[in-house]
């Protein structure tokens, strides 16, 4: 008989592993740098806590995969009135947020509204980004549950690129108002394919595959995202097997991971939505003069400081819009590295010694250069060859930003990354005239062309997208012939994948979405 | 009892040089340019935005206004939001505080019994190769770069031996309910083994790495006080009783020899307390010492300033203990 009970116990337990192997959930473990900062969609301004919100959050409309175009989200289609400025957005039926409460016109209305409305119940937090792209907005009100109208005070056709931001994800105004704003943060709760489960600061942040999500469901049943801050030791987890992916990738990193010669894991890389390039301040002797601008941009080398500072991670700009935008102009001839144009040049504009002037860069990596010092350096060098000789500065990073914005520069290194996939978000407001306020300005080379500036306003105030397209084109010639800028690279989206994980998508805006991610 | 008075005085006195150091620390950040709200929202901000944010924050109120509200925050208990995150620096050391005490805890034990070792069996077989080899051991563990320490473990035995995980507290996969924090306490109470099994294995690495240092100034410091009461008269007076050597080294010496190594271990878990920043980093602990970093990067005042103040208020209860101890191993202190 006690044999009997061995047996059956023995029986038991293998049926318990089978059933646990038949029932083993498929889990997807993404590695990333720094910890999110809170999940309320409206109240964030870095790119970890989007990550995250990207997963559980929706936008009334999204972009395509591969592309910085919209389609419908969590709206079905839209219209725009005759005089350009209300927009009418039809909503999807039958959507549910994470905690059974509906999805409709006053969600939309709540989520919006409280960024604007000081009085609101949910009007907490410092929503940095409405005033940095939606105050155009005058109105937003429901039609009918299924409708949501949105009136701006000017008309502005790149507006519907900023729906599909983060700042207008949809939350769900029931969680925000019964548990209230601070505890959201915490406890997000949203439409999308995925839900919160838990949150282990600086640790990790596990959500689960949404079973009443509207669309596809998430190809994983649990997301695991891991903040290991420390680059060297992120790839070794993923050389471990403890991640099956990464971002945040160093130049180094490809190195090592080419070294290591490992088959089970591949680096995928696309140009991202960014530009690096050297401003030259108008404003200040000798860069008034177009001859002078001109000679700079013949004189850097732009491919060797691609091949060997971006470790060919980037490819080199020509024009101040990335190459995977519409609205980007094949047409334009990059100047290309000509030191011996560049001395005729000066020499025309009254410079044949050449010149003293300071270079600015910045002490900390970005996107778009990495290693603004080498690159500095580099651009050092090249100008010395035709007679311009560098003062290299730098800041502290904050410091640095206020300086350029006062336009306390001659030259400095600066860089962009695009927020909604429009021209308009790097072509206006990096070089428009109305962006070049002391103060606060973006437009670092003080370029105040009037001519540039009819271009964008008449762009943002054309809902055509063909004629958007021929106006932006035109306005790149316009830059190619003023030179304000050099443009130098748009540095690649990079991440680190294990072969097992099918289904993994960078995309143009460099956001990431996961849903569509399995893991063999 | 007076030992019961001088501890209370001590307690006392906490609260001076806290508020002293608060003030140092926040003269300091004022000196450091960089503005926390440009800072966060980099280069897309609207002046609007940035002026809002500010406002918000309360940056743009006089720095005594602002000191002045942190002290009376302070005097509440209070020690104010984090500007980053906009959570209450309060609670997010108390998540982050039972992380790097629970490191440091072990670092230390390691340091003290293998570095205690160390020490007490070189005083006793003084000249042998033992003693050579130990102390020059100790020399390569002060001098080590921890950084470098740190990811040659993990390549190692993460990467080349498979037998540790590289970084982290415990496996993203193991559901664990923190209930104190303490993980090690945590998956005892709830009866899991094998969870308790894997925040062992996520320890052993970073605390040896942290240990290294310590280790090796505990063991040269209890060598150094074992000879140093070796050599006293009364030892010669034991042997000559005919005292086993176990009986003089262990009742004679060492209690002799530990004022000395106890304030060593004293100074060196305040040092541990400081959130061994490089240990956190290398290893993606998530304590106390990686969260004033990240609070210094972003100018994060309450965070530098909560942080700093708890590290300093651990450091003198820490010494403050040590004293106390005096009085018990010595019977010649009295306060």
């Known amino acids: 008989m006690r044999r009997f009970w061995k047996i059956a116990l023995v029986g038991v337990v293998m049926v318990c592993f089978l059933a646990g192997a038949a029932f083993a959930e498929s889990v997807f473990i993404y590695g990333r740098g720094g910890d999110a900062v809170r999940l309320d969609p409206a109240d964030i301004t870095d790119g970890e806590s989007v990550k995250v919100c990207n997963q559980i959050f929706e936008t009334l409309v999204k972009f395509k995969d591969g592309s910085t175009e919209v389609e419908p989200a969590l709206a079905t289609s839209w219209d725009i009135s005759d005089d350009n400025l209300t927009w009418t957005f039809n909503l999807r039926d039958g959507v549910k947020f994470h905690d059974g409460t509906p999805f409709n016109a006053d969600a939309v209305v709540f989520s919006l509204e409280r960024q604007m409305n000081e009085d609101h119940p949910a009007h907490e937090g410092d929503f940095g980004y409405w005033s940095y792209m939606y105050t155009n907005v005058d109105k937003v009100w429901a039609e009918d549950e299924n409708t949501v109208k949105i009136k701006l005070k000017e008309p502005y056709a790149p507006f519907l690129y900023n729906m599909a931001c983060f700042p207008v994800m949809i939350v769900s105004p029931t969680a925000m108002l019964d548990e209230g704003v601070e505890y959201f943060r915490t406890h997000p709760v949203g439409t999308g394919p995925f839900a919160f489960v838990e949150w282990k600061r600086n640790d990790r942040i596990v959500l689960e595959k949404f079973d009443g999500y509207w669309g596809d469901p998430a190809g994983v049943d649990k997301l695991i995202i891991r903040s290991i801050p420390e680059n060297t030791t992120r790839l070794m987890a993923l050389l471990a097997g403890e991640i099956h992916a990464m971002d945040g990738v160093s130049p180094e990193n490809i190195k090592t991971l080419k070294e290591q010669k490992r088959e089970d894991l591949k680096v995928v890389a696309q140009p991202g939505m960014n530009v690096g390039y050297l401003a030259l301040n108008m404003e200040k002797e000798p860069f008034d003069d177009v001859r002078v601008r001109r000679a700079i941009s013949y004189a850097i080398n732009k491919k060797k400081l691609v091949d060997e500072l971006y470790q060919g991670m980037a490819v080199p700009a020509v024009n101040m819009l990335p190459p995977n935008l519409w609205g980007y102009n094949d047409d334009v001839e990059d100047y290309g590295y000509d030191p011996e144009k560049a001395k005729v040049l000066l020499a025309e504009a009254g410079y044949p010694q050449g010149f003293e002037t300071d270079l600015w860069y910045m002490p900390v990596p970005r996107p778009y250069m990495p290693d603004g010092k080498l690159i500095a350096q580099a651009m050092q060098q090249d100008l010395e060859k035709v007679g311009v000789k560098c003062n290299l500065v730098t800041y502290d990073w904050g410091t640095y930003l206020e300086k350029l914005e006062n336009f306390e520069h001659t030259m400095c290194l600066i860089g962009w990354i695009g927020d909604n996939g429009d021209p308009d978000n790097f072509l206006y407001v990096l070089l428009d005239k109305d962006t070049a306020t002391p103060g606060s300005a973006q437009n670092y080379s003080n370029y105040k062309s009037d001519e540039y500036h009819d271009l964008m306003i008449k762009a943002q105030r054309t809902f055509d997208q063909q004629e958007r397209d021929a106006l932006y084109k035109q306005a790149q010639e316009l830059l190619h012939q003023d030179a304000p800028t050099v443009p130098v690279a748009h540095a690649y989206n990079l991440a680190i994948i294990n072969t097992d994980v099918e289904g993994f998508k960078l995309h143009p805006t460099g956001n990431y979405w996961f849903d569509g991610v399995t893991v063999k | ?335």
């Open chain 2, 1 to 335: 009892m007076k030992l019961g008075k001088y501890f209370f005085k001590r307690i006392i006195m906490l609260i001076p040089v806290l508020i002293v150091l608060s003030f140092l620390i926040f003269t300091m950040i004022e000196a450091i340019p960089g503005d926390p709200a440009q800072i966060m929202l980099g280069q897309h901000a609207s002046p609007e935005a940035l002026e809002q944010l500010r406002h918000s924050l309360g940056l743009d109120q006089p720095w005594y206004t602002r000191y002045g509200l942190f002290l009376g925050r302070l005097a509440r208990g209070d020690l104010g939001k984090s500007i980053l995150s906009g959570r209450q620096v309060i609670h997010e050391i108390a998540e982050k505080l039972p992380a790097t005490i629970e490191l440091s805890f072990f670092a230390m034990l390691i340091a003290v019994l293998v570095g205690g070792l160390a020490g007490f069996i070189s005083a006793w077989k003084q000249y042998s190769l033992f003693d050579y080899a130990s102390m020059f051991g100790a020399l390569i563990g002060v001098s080590m770069p921890i950084y470098w320490l740190g990811f040659m473990m993990i390549i190692l035995f993460s990467l080349i031996l498979g037998w540790l995980p590289t970084s982290g507290r415990i496996d993203p996969t193991t559901a664990l309910h923190a209930i104190t924090h303490f993980y090690l306490i945590d998956s005892l109470l709830q009866g899991d083994w094998k969870a308790f099994k894997d925040v062992i294995a996520h320890l052993i690495m970073p605390s040896i790495c942290l240990a290294t240092v310590p280790m090796a100034i505990i063991a040269r410091m209890t060598r150094s006080a074992m000879l140093d009461a070796l050599s006293q008269d009364y030892i010669r007076t034991a042997k000559a009783k005919g005292l086993g050597m176990g009986r003089i080294l262990f009742v004679h010496a060492f209690k002799n020899a530990s004022i000395p190594v106890v304030t060593v271990v004293g100074l060196q878990f305040g040092y541990l307390m400081g959130g061994a920043i490089l240990t956190e980093t290398v290893f993606s602990w998530p304590g106390v010492g990686r969260w004033i970093l990240e609070g210094i990067l972003a100018r994060d005042f309450p965070v530098i300033a909560g942080g700093v103040l708890t590290v300093a208020a651990f450091f003198i209860i820490i010494n403050l203990l040590v004293d106390v101890l005096y009085a018990l191993l010595d019977p010649r202190i009295r306060y």
